[in-house]
């Protein structure tokens, strides 16, 4: 039986295209004009500023839905804090 090359291609772009998809928000993300330290604040500090752009980004549903699909467990994602996917995380189960 022969095998048929075109479906593995076909399954290998596939996979490749939900990659690109799944990312795409990033590129027209506000945080990738500023630099991490809003993102990623030193333990203590106020997330304040980075929660400010999270909430003008037009990305910030993908980003959390990223950032929880991926387990992230630093930084502010979607304009979540840490804390605050957790507490989404349990509150869901």
């Known amino acids: 039986m022969p095998i048929n ?35 990623f604040p030193a333990p203590g500090s106020s997330t304040r500023e980075a929660k400010r752009l999270c909430g003008a980004c037009e990305g ?5 839905q990223y950032a929880l699909t991926h ?14 996917r957790q507490d989404l995380r349990r509150d869901a189960s």
């Open 60 to 64: 910030r549903e993908a980003c959390l």
């Open 5 to 39: 090359i075109s479906a593995s291609t076909m399954d290998d772009r596939t996979v490749s295209d939900r990659v690109e998809d799944e990312l795409s928000w990033q590129e027209d993300a506000l945080c990738a004009q500023t630099g991490p330290e809003f993102f």
């Open 71 to 84: 387990d992230e467990r630093f930084g502010v994602w979607g304009g979540l804090s840490e804390k605050e």
